[in-house]
Each structure stands twice: as structure tokens, then as C-alpha cells.
């Protein structure tokens, strides 16, 4: 059984623009979450798509967003990047929504914003 | 969400030995989760746990969820030189899917 891909697995941007990273989840998950890793502030909560709709954010300002499309692939957005925008994405894939199931990550996408 | 206090931040050990972490939290959680990290990949899901005082095994790896629901620790027994990583832990509340993680303990094995 194939595991969580995600692509790119590494960008490098320039300020002010944007980038879109991918993720596919495991087969039969229909529940995708964003994080952001970075040294200082560790592993931190994006947004979580289950079915094609939003269902929680984190505390990120509005230039990143998200989507999920009709076969659980996910896509998540960062438009006028920062310097503080560099980062390792990750995704992470659940079989269903409720609470109390495991998250299975990706590889992530290592994004360096110059 | 919160950010889970995890200790020790690093550990350097000799292959062989017994390894102890844990997370606390101020808030309940539903689940504990624990993860492995190493360079340049993705976390590894290692144990998860749901219920309190729940004692899990993965091979040489031992998780419990503590009895309060605001603690867990995990153990590694005779590590070996491939336990090297940061291991993280992560609960998930009552009230919302997000996983909230700790910074994660940097563990070195010397052989």
C-alpha cells in the first residue's frame, strides 16, 4: 500500500511569489492536515480537509490556503511568500475523521524562500 | 493549539542502554501519538494510544497515556545505533482533529 506523496520535495521560491504543494493520501483516507515545520517553532497546525471541506485552521495568516479535491488529493497554497515562509511542509493522511485515528505523514516538501 | 512540553530535549547515549522520554500537557487529550523523525524525511508514526493508562508495545518500544489523559512517555529499550532521530509525541484534544506536538527529544546512540 503506497504511503502519503507529497511533490514537490523541494522548491526554491523568491519572495513575493507564490507556491502550490501537493499531497496524495493513502488510499481510502479522506482526511488530509497541513503542517509546517521549522526549527524554531516545531511542528505546526495548518488546516485540515476531510471530504472537500475545510474543517479546522490554525493560526497562519490568510496568504495560505488549501483545497482537497473529489479523490482526497490535497493542495495547499502560500501566495506572496516571506523569508519566514521556509519551511518543511508536511502532509498527513488519516483513514477517517474522527478523533482518535492515526496520521500518517508524508516525506514533506522542503521549501527555501531566498 | 498548544504546544506539549516534551523532555529531555536531547539525549546521547550508548548503544545497549535503556532510553525514557515524555510529554506533558496542561490540557486532556484523546489520543497520544508518537513519532520518529530523521533527517530530511517525514515523521514515522511509532505507537499511537487511546485509551488512559493504555501500555502499548512496539518491539523494543513501550508507550503508556497516562491516567490524568495529560501525559504520556515513551521508552526504547537496548537501543541500537539506528534508534538515532527526534522523536516526537503529539496528543489530539477532545474538541478538534489537530494534532498538537511537542518539539521532540533528539536521540544519539554511539555503538
Known amino acids: 500500500k503506497a504511503g502519503v506523496t507529497q511533490t514537490p520535495r523541494y522548491l526554491i521560491k523568491t519572495r513575493g511569489q507564490q507556491v502550490t504543494l501537493s499531497c496524495s493520501p493513502i488510499s481510502g483516507h479522506r482526511s488530509v492536515s497541513w503542517y509546517q515545520q521549522t526549527p524554531g517553532q516545531g511542528l505546526q497546525f495548518l488546516f485540515e480537509?476531510?471530504?472537500?471541506?475545510?474543517?479546522n485552521k490554525g493560526n497562519f495568516p490568510g496568504r495560505f490556503s488549501g483545497r482537497q479535491f473529489s479523490n482526497s488529493r490535497s493542495e495547499m497554497n502560500v501566495s506572496t511568500l516571506e523569508l519566514g515562509d521556509s519551511a518543511l511542509y508536511l502532509c498527513?493522511?488519516?483513514?477517517?475523521?474522527?478523533?482518535?485515528?492515526?496520521?500518517?505523514f508524508g516525506q514533506g516538501t522542503r521549501l527555501t524562500v531566498v | 493549539g498548544q504546544q506539549l512540553n516534551q523532555s529531555p530535549q536531547s539525549m546521547f547515549i550508548q548503544e545497549g542502554e535503556d532510553v525514557s522520554m515524555n510529554c506533558t500537557s496542561s490540557s486532556i487529550f484523546n489520543t497520544w501519538l508518537w513519532y520518529k523523525q530523521e533527517p530530511g524525511e517525514g515523521p514515522v508514526l511509532l505507537i499511537a494510544l487511546y485509551k488512559a493508562g493504555e501500555l502499548t508495545s512496539n518491539g523494543r518500544l513501550t508507550a503508556q497515556f497516562g491516567i490524568t489523559r495529560k501525559d504520556s512517555f515513551l521508552n526504547i529499550s537496548a537501543s541500537i545505533p539506528s534508534d538515532v532521530g527526534i522523536y516526537f509525541c503529539a496528543g489530539q484534544p477532545q474538541s478538534g482533529y489537530a494534532l498538537n506536538f511537542g518539539k521532540g527529544t533528539s536521540l544519539l546512540v554511539t555503538p
Open positions: 498527513a493522511s488519516s483513514l477517517r475523521a474522527a478523533e482518535g485515528t492515526e496520521a500518517f
Open positions: 480537509y476531510f471530504s472537500e471541506t475545510q474543517r
